[in-house]
């Protein structure tokens, strides 16, 4: 092999057939993990990948330099109070993982976070998890379980040291430091201790990685015998666990993409029998959060029954399929989110105009009271409120401009009380920065939100084309929010415009935008990204040749797709972890997470109708002979469980087939989120922004 000559896969026969159809598939192979072939030709593509790169050696090593310059490297988080401590993260300088830590209240009615400085000691500070001597000798550290005793004395966490997210579950004795012999394998993430502290409650994932079953764990006897609360054999659905914020209650979720149920155990009996909160119905969604309002055990429930953008309801917690009272009526264009409930109030999530809000809810007057921001666009949601009755709101907030902020929120007066923002070094003054929302019209008329940032310095993105970095997502009513990121700066401090197509299928605009971009309206996604990148060339914001775009996950499916869809509009693709071999994948329910994904979309095994519709835009399917494809970068991991490795394998084989340029990155100790330090992250982001710099030309 040579820089000229990437790596060739053999081609093997391999016929699929369904519904009469046949496809050759000569890259299927790949598919075989422990095979040492498999495992040399990924290495020859890193080596390859490597080589095609090496001219961009020392760009890489300086965008690392700016990010990390633009990093307070040793740092504190704003603490946050849970029983009679105040629990923190810290990171220090040269470190890869974070410390957890936690210092005593001052008194009881101590609300406010102290304010701590990096580098100054704290008075009582206790270490609760070193991440980096947990990581110690591993090429990979994941937590994916971490949680401490309501009365103070035990801690639980999770580690997972393969990237492939089946964790590990330990506890430690906070009183003595001892670690504890219990120990509990193969769990899914977010592992958690009944308020009593004497029972770990975790659930386990079946054969296709889904989490199908909660277990009951006393502390102290063999994992053996520990106790099965409940079982999911549908496959389409997956399970979880956590006690209310009340600790009431044990709640047992289950969910598919359209379908979910509860459980209740009563937490100071949970050997008992679970009682459900509603039956499922297909196509029926809900969720619910206990309150204690005029004295009465009550659940307030968020559902889609008759209410496309969901409504609030509240319910006696002892019969909650009775009498249901409505809290917050449904109103078409605010998708209601969620809902989360504290003694005196509760916090409503919601989307209304594309934006992310919050609302005080009044138990007693069934009336939401919107907390307020400045921005034209932002994101904010609450983060880190365990106490049942605070008189204070912990709130998250950003922007495409603004670093992340922490703000509390105080109840009684409506102030917005700041306790820290993100610390960017050298000099970042967000004025100097602009964030705009433009509107794409699509092929069928649908308007299109595209959001812009950029550099003011370099002017207005429409006055002359410039380089732009075009991100998508669509899936799962997942939206992508105006948020602030320190490795964008070195594009924006080099003229580039970054934008985000917010398309069909994502949840931006509601449920309905939604549903306009799944199962049989899937290519709504694709179209939409396609008119979002005419709009910003037709208007002057760029030109194809200016034009790179990404996505990940399942938006690296609509990289693929519009890859295919219109090579001429983008100089590159950047693909992380895609999903570009849908089709084979969701024909498979021995895969992980197949059944599941059925009801996003649709069931090719068997019906004709969806398998005809999904062949026609899997990427992998779809690569063109005699099409001048963009340059293509495709990041992957091999032990990824959500997007296996071999996706892209076969899709950079099938490429170079037809004569494109086409890169595969595998990293081989990592999973889905990829590497996982710090450093070695952002190493990787400056692996793929110098590829994006070099396609654009402006490289230093």
């Known amino acids: 092999m040579t820089e000229s000559l990437p790596p060739a896969a053999a081609r093997r026969s391999f016929a699929r057939t369904h519904h009469g159809d046949t496809f050759e598939d000569p ?36 965008v690392f330099e700016e990010i990390k310059a633009r990093t307070l490297e ?62 110690d000798g591993q090429e990979f550290f994941s937590l994916g379980s971490f949680e401490v005793s309501t009365d103070g004395t035990l801690l639980l966490y999770g580690v997972d040291l393969e990237g492939d997210e089946r964790y590990t579950v330990r506890l430690r004795d906070l009183v003595t430091g001892e670690t504890l012999p219990d120990v509990i394998e193969n769990t899914f993430a977010g592992a958690t ?58 709640v047992i979720g289950l969910g598919s993409s359209v ?50 953008d969901f409504e609030l309801v509240r319910v006696a917690a002892s019969d909650p399929s009775g009498p249901r009272e409505t809290a917050l009526a449904h109103e078409p264009g605010r998708r209601l989110l969620g809902a989360s409930t504290f003694r005196d109030w509760g916090v409503v999530a919601y989307r209304r105009d594309g934006l992310a809000r919050i609302g005080l809810l009044d138990y007693a007057a069934s009336a939401v009271r ?24 912990r709130l998250g907030y950003g922007s495409f401009v603004t670093p992340s902020t922490v703000y509390d929120y105080d109840v009684a ?50 006055a002359s084309p410039r380089p732009v970095h075009l991100y998508g997502y669509g899936s799962y009513e997942h939206s992508i929010e105006p948020a602030f990121s320190v490795a964008r700066l070195s594009e924006l401090d080099r003229g580039v415009v970054f934008a985000v197509a917010h398309v069909r299928g994502g949840g931006e605009m509601g449920r309905q935008w939604y549903e306009d971009g799944k199962l049989l309206a899937k290519r709504n996604t694709f179209t939409d990204f396609v008119d979002a990148a005419r ?39 950047l693909a992380d972890v895609p999903f570009v071999d849908a089709l084979t994948t969701i024909l498979d329910p021995s895969l992980p997470l197949t059944v599941i994904e059925w009801d996003e979309w649709g069931d090719p095994l068997h019906d004709a109708d969806v398998y005809a519709y999904m062949k026609s835009y899997s990427p992998y399917e779809n690569v063109r002979e ?14 990824d469980t959500r997007v296996l490795y071999v996706e892209p394998a076969k899709w950079v084989a099938r490429l170079r087939e037809v004569g494109a340029d086409a890169l595969l990155k595998c990293e081989m100790v990592a999973g889905h989120g990829g590497v996982s330090g710090r450093y070695d992250s952002w190493r990787e982001r400056a692996f793929e922004l110098a590829w994006l710099f070099d396609v654009l030309g402006v490289a230093d």
Not at 91 to 97: A, C, H, L, N, R
Not at 106 to 120: F, M
């Open 193 to 250: 201790l009944s308020p009593d502290g004497r029972f770990v409650v975790y659930t386990t994932v079946d054969e296709a990685w889904r989490p199908d079953t909660v277990w009951l764990h006393e502390i102290g006897t063999p994992t053996a015998s520990d106790t099965r609360l409940f079982h999911e054999p549908d496959e389409r659905y997956w399970v979880g666990a956590g006690f209310t914020r009340s600790d009431r209650y044990l």
């Open 259 to 308: 379908t979910s149920e509860e459980w209740l155990l009563d937490a100071s009996d949970l050997r008992g029998q679970p009682r459900v909160v509603w039956p499922r119905v297909e196509g029926v969604e809900y969720d619910s959060s206990h309150a204690v309002v005029d004295g009465q055990d009550v659940l307030y429930i968020l559902h889609n029954d008759g209410a496309l």
């Open 535 to 573: 709009h910003l060339i037709a208007r002057g914001y760029t030109t194809p040749a200016q034009l790179v775009a990404e996505g990940g996950s399942a938006g690296g499916l609509l990289m693929g797709a519009v890859a295919n869809l219109a090579p001429e509009l983008f100089a590159g693709v």
């Open 27 to 62: 890259y299927e192979w790949l598919r075989a993990k422990d095979d040492d072939e498999v495992r040399a030709h990924l290495e020859a593509e890193n080596a390859y990948t490597e080589a095609r790169t090496a001219h961009l050696a020392g760009l890489r090593e300086h």
């Open 370 to 393: 919107e907390i307020g921001f400045e921005e034209p666009l932002y994101s904010a949601g609450t983060a880190g409120n365990p106490e049942w009755a605070p008189p204070l709101l």
């Open 413 to 462: 007066t409506g102030d917005l009380l700041l306790r820290k923002q993100q610390p960017v070094l050298g000099g970042y003054d967000r004025a100097d920065y602009a964030q705009q929302r433009v509107w794409a019209t699509a092929a069928d008329g649908t308007q299109v939100p595209v959001s812009l940032v950029w550099k003011r310095s370099f002017g207005e993105p429409s």
């Open 626 to 639: 005699g099409v001048a494809y963009p340059r293509i970068l495709a990041v992957t991991s091999f032990n």
């Open 74 to 135: 040793t740092d504190l988080s704003v603490p946050t109070r849970r029983g009679q401590w105040w629990y923190y993260g810290r990171t220090q300088e040269g470190k890869q993982y974070g410390i957890q830590c936690r210092a005593p209240l001052a008194s009881a009615d101590d609300w406010t976070p102290p304010a701590l400085v990096p580098g100054d000691p704290v008075p009582g500070e206790q270490v609760l998890l070193d991440g980096n001597e947990e990581a």
